[in-house]
């Protein structure tokens, strides 16, 4: 295990419970709801959560003031829980665990896009928008980690568990087609669209066969890591098949291409030029077991502080700047903070009658065009107030890398870190994909 189970933070606790009062509110509102009795609960419930699920899954009915609140608290409670519960596991809290949960990123990204193209069935689009398709990526993620860990531990890990680590990955990845599928493949034959499904079938394909001839370059996983990332990586080439039919049917024009080459290489050579700037110090600290921002065990941050002769701390604070730029964790959040903002830029300032979704994103644009006015800003580019709203997320893509690269965590708060940063990394490539990828189908 690489962190035993430890007591719990007092703040691990709240979360916890906070979860539990949550989810006992939801079931209760649904099971009045179903009764047919009367109630605020249920009222509420309906209005401001379920309603615009619903209205999603058939438009774009955005956001509110009582579910963007609601969400953002949610997902902080969640990061605090799932710490504590990760820890438990004993689940690897290292940057390959990110590798490992990136590919879902993709998976949510493309699956919202194939929900916007209405592919899906009236029975599963609504579990294709927020929150659901974080739940569902949830799902997947816990199922794969879960049979992974049992398999471990039953097991061993050795080159027959590798095989059958493998085949219980194609098993997943057959379930998520079987299922999704389905109801691609129900509404096409209802009429809803009329698209040739072969580059679905043949990038499911590719995605099996990654799974035969990856055990080589997925050999420094751990076997949870491994399954996770197989499953997503499988998921993710469904999704993408079925975005690819839709494009040979319905090819996109040439001008809806730029925003593809944009909104993904700028911030991809951002976070290679972070990597690459910090990738020396981040392996100087490596060969002398340490870790920018992991204070040893048993050591706590007013410990490290109170430190004044030791050549470990010397070396960390000489080099943790630019480690931090190269690991994983920083970069792909920054990346995803960049990506989220210049897609939104170039989607509403580039494509007339685009419009933003989200109640706190609206009003920072709000901002943004009363500056217009006020400077006399007419620009093509900049005249929707969109460009604020990209130097904030510049500016939050900074502000996420100085907080890694000045705090400390404990050593059994690495898992704390691992999900603040995963956290911060789907809020923002998950939607930033999800933009792009509409602009450049047209959906």
Partial sequence: MYNPLEELH??????????????????????????EISNPLSEALFEYFVDPIRGESTGDSGYNNYNTMTYAIVLGLFVLAMSAWLRGLGIDPSDASVVALLPFVTWAAFGEVVED???????????????????????????????ALTSQRLR???????????GMAMILVFA???????????????????????????????????????????????PVQRLVYLVGIGGSMIFLGALASYAFERPPEQEMLWPLV???????????QMYQYGREASEELSRHGLVAGILPPGMTDEDYSKLT???????????????????????????????????????????????????????????????????????????????LFAIV???LAGLIFYLFATLNFEHRERHLRLLVGVAMLVVGMAPGLRDVGRLVLGV
């Fill in 176 to 222: 998520q087609f079987a299922l999704y599928g389905a109801s691609i493949s129900s509404s096409h034959r209802v009429g809803l669209f009329d698209i040739d499904m072969t580059p679905m079938f043949l990038s499911t394909a590719m995605g099996i066969v990654f799974i035969r001839i990856s055990r080589d370059s997925t050999s420094n996983f751990t």
């Fill in 393 to 395: 997320k510049a500016g």
């Fill in 309 to 387: 002769d030791s050549e470990d701390k010397d070396l960390i604070e000489g080099l943790r700047t630019r480690a931090t730029m190269a690991q994983p964790l920083v970069f792909l959040a920054v990346a995803g903070q960049l990506m989220d903002g210049i897609a939104t830029w170039v989607g509403i300032d580039g494509f007339p009658g685009l419009s933003e979704k989200h109640v706190v994103s609206q009003k920072v644009i709000d901002a943004g065009l009363w500056l217009n006015g006020e400077l006399g800003i007419e620009h093509w580019m900049l005249d929707e107030g969109v460009w």
């Fill in 117 to 147: 193209a209405e592919m899906f069935g009236p029975a599963l689009s609504p579990y294709f928008v927020s929150p659901g398709i974080h739940f569902q990526a949830a799902f997947w993620v816990i199922l794969a980690g879960g049979i």
């Fill in 10 to 35: 007092p703040y691990e606790k709240w979360a916890i419970n906070g979860l539990t009062l949550v989810f006992v509110l939801v079931f209760a509102g649904l099971v009045l709801e179903i009764l």
């Fill in 156 to 166: 061993g890990d050795d080159d027959e568990s590798a095989e059958n680590l493998e």
């Fill in 262 to 272: 944009v909104v993904i290489v700028i911030p991809s050579i951002v976070a290679y």
